[in-house]
């Protein structure tokens, strides 16, 4: 089945982390103001970067689009990307605020 190969992951891996938050964590990161300006701020260099690398003109990473939905935006970087790019800087920030949180107890 086309595009499962990179998109599935993808989608798996954010939904892993939403469920970790929403079933397991509960540090309430996604209702903070903070995090969104991080999403933003990661997004600002993401995308001219991942832009670059991925650019169809003259592409330095090379996808196989058999792998992918197809789906390129913008500057030709695969949604895909996006997603994975999501789950790891939150799964990280989650780890930092429960780690916050275990300690404040602790204290």
Do not use: N
């Amino acid at each position: 089945m086309s595009g499962l190969g990179y998109a599935l992951p993808a989608v798996l891996a954010v939904i892993a982390v939403c469920v970790w938050e929403l079933g397991f964590l509960r540090t309430g990161l996604f209702r903070k103001t903070a995090y969104w300006m991080s999403i933003a701020i990661v997004l600002g260099f993401q995308i001219p970067v991942d832009g670059w690398l991925t650019k169809l003109s003259s592409p330095i990473v090379i996808y196989d689009e058999q792998h992918t939905t197809g789906v390129r935006f913008p500057f030709d970087i695969p949604v895909e990307d996006f997603l994975f790019g999501w789950a790891l800087v939150t799964a990280v920030l989650l780890l930092w605020e429960r780690q916050r949180v275990v300690r404040k107890e602790k204290s």
